[in-house]
């Protein structure tokens, strides 16, 4: 397509992101999901702390944003984000939503993962990820799946939609 007629990069009012991610599960390491510690035999390995949920909220985030992806930014390769807090992956998308003009609207996910039950944990895990999102909690929605047939007991994946809308204008 010749340059002129390319089309303009614009604001849209409301943009969308989806993210995915999974991690599996390794022994001697706690269960790290949504910014929380679930009581678990086993956590999920990974170069940071493993967090699918936050991972996977992370790159909605950045998806919506059409900005480069989680692991562009935060190599797996890079030691410095070994064992990392992932909420330092989750403020940075959260930084460049608003250096962008937009706000978190709402943000919908699905846990998949064959064990620890999620249902005793889903209202603290929401209560959590609006915390860290700065959004109501009515604005988090949090579903959890087992991998029926799918083989992936020994994993945890997260899948994730985002809503931006415009920020309101400072004065
Ligand atoms: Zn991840």
Known sequence: ??????????????RIGYGWDSH??????PLKIGGLTLPHERGLGGHSDGDVLL???T????????????????????????GADSTVFLEEA????????????NVDSTLIL??????????ALRERVAEL???????????????EGMGTDNAAIAHTVVL????????
């Not at 790159?59 to 070994?82: E, H, R």
């Not at 959260?94 to 609207?105: F, I, N, S, T």
């Not at 064959?114 to 209202?123: E, F, I, L, N, R």
């Open 1 to 14: 397509m010749p340059a002129s007629k390319k089309p303009k990069a614009t604001k849209l009012p409301i």
């Open 24 to 29: 599996e599960f390794k022994r001697g390491t």
């Open 55 to 57: 991972h996977a909220i």
């Open 59 to 82: 790159d909605a985030l950045l998806g919506a944003i059409a900005g480069p992806d989680i692991g562009t930014i935060f190599p797996p390769s890079d030691p410095q984000w070994k």
């Open 94 to 105: 959260l930084r460049r939503v608003k250096q962008e003009g937009y706000a978190v609207a």
């Open 114 to 123: 064959a064990a620890p039950k999620v249902g005793p944990h889903a209202s």
């Open 133 to 147: 999102l700065s959004i109501p909690q009515n604005c988090v929605g949090l579903k959890a799946k087992t991998p």
């Open 164 to 171: 931006l809308q415009k920020a309101a204008r400072r004065r």
